[in-house]
C-alpha cells in the first residue's frame, strides 16, 4: 500500500468515465492522491512526459514512476494494496476476470465511442457491437447468479464496465441511437442500480446534466480529441 510520504498524482479529466474507474479504485482502498485536471487541448508538459506514447489521460505517478491505461493502472494498485481486492486470488478466477474486461475494452467501450463521435454507418455499426457486447455480458452475469461480476462485491469487470451506470444514457442522447434496453437486459439494469448504490461511486461521478454539453462538444470535434482518454 501507498505508505505515508510517498507521491501518488493522478492525471486526469472530469469528464472521463477512464480517469473515474482509477478515482474509485482510489477511494475503495483508502489511498491517498493528488488529482491534476488536465486540458486535453492543451496538455500539461508532466503529462506529454509521463505518457509519450499515447498522450492521454489518465495517468497515475506513483513516486515519480508513470503508469498509463485506466486497467492497467486498477491492477497495479490492487497489487500494492491489498485491501478492496478487485482481483481474485485464485489463478482461473483471476485469468477470467481479465479476460472479460478485456472483452469490456475491446467489444463494448470501442464501439460506444464510435456511437458518441462517428455517424452514419459507422456509428450504426458501432451501435450494433456495443449492444451485441452487453447481450454477451448479460448473459455472463445471469450465469453467475450474484450482484456484481465479480460476486457480492464489485471487481476488475465491474470497475471496467461501471461508466455505463453514469454515461451510456447521456452518450445516446447526444449520438442520437439506442443501445440500452432494460427489458432487453433486465440483469445487466439491476447490477447498473446496484453498482450506482455502491458509496464510492455514488460519492465520485460527475453530475449527468454536466456531461451532456461536454459529450455534445466531443461529438463536434471526433475522434481526435475524443479518443484522448482511456
Not at 452475469?141 to 464496465?161: C, R
Not at 443501445?179 to 461511486?201: G, R, Y
Request: charge should be negative; aromatic fraction near 10%.
Amino acid at each position: 500500500m501507498a505508505e505515508k510520504g510517498e507521491e501518488m498524482k493522478l492525471l486526469a479529466t472530469w469528464f472521463s468515465p477512464f480517469a473515474y474507474r482509477v478515482i474509485w479504485v482510489l477511494k475503495m482502498k483508502g489511498i491517498e492522491y493528488e488529482y491534476v485536471e488536465e486540458d486535453l487541448g492543451n496538455k500539461s508538459p508532466l503529462l506529454l512526459q509521463s505518457n509519450p506514447v499515447h498522450k492521454k489521460v489518465p495517468v497515475l505517478i506513483h513516486n515519480g514512476k508513470p503508469l498509463a491505461e485506466s486497467l492497467v493502472i486498477v491492477q497495479y494498485l490492487d497489487n500494492i494494496c491489498k485491501s478492496s481486492p478487485v482481483l481474485p486470488d485464485d489463478p482461473y478466477q483471476r485469468a477470467m476476470a481479465l479476460f472479460w474486461s478485456n472483452f469490456v475494452e475491446e467489444k463494448f467501450t470501442e464501439n460506444i465511442k464510435k456511437v458518441l463521435v462517428l455517424g452514419g454507418e459507422e456509428q450504426a455499426a458501432g451501435a450494433k457491437g456495443a449492444e451485441a457486447a452487453l447481450a454477451t455480458l448479460e448473459a455472463q452475469l445471469a450465469k453467475k447468479k450474484s450482484k456484481f461480476f465479480g460476486g457480492e462485491s464489485i471487481g476488475l469487470v465491474d470497475i471496467a464496465l461501471g461508466y455505463i451506470s453514469v454515461w451510456l444514457e447521456e452518450i445516446e442522447e447526444v449520438g442520437g441511437i439506442k443501445v440500452f434496453d432494460s427489458e432487453k437486459f433486465p440483469c445487466l439494469a439491476k447490477w447498473m442500480q446496484d453498482f450506482l448504490e455502491i458509496p464510492t461511486v455514488k460519492e465520485n461521478h460527475p453530475n449527468k446534466a454536466d456531461l451532456i454539453p461536454y459529450l455534445r462538444y466531443l461529438r463536434q470535434v471526433g475522434p481526435a480529441v475524443a479518443f484522448q482518454h482511456g
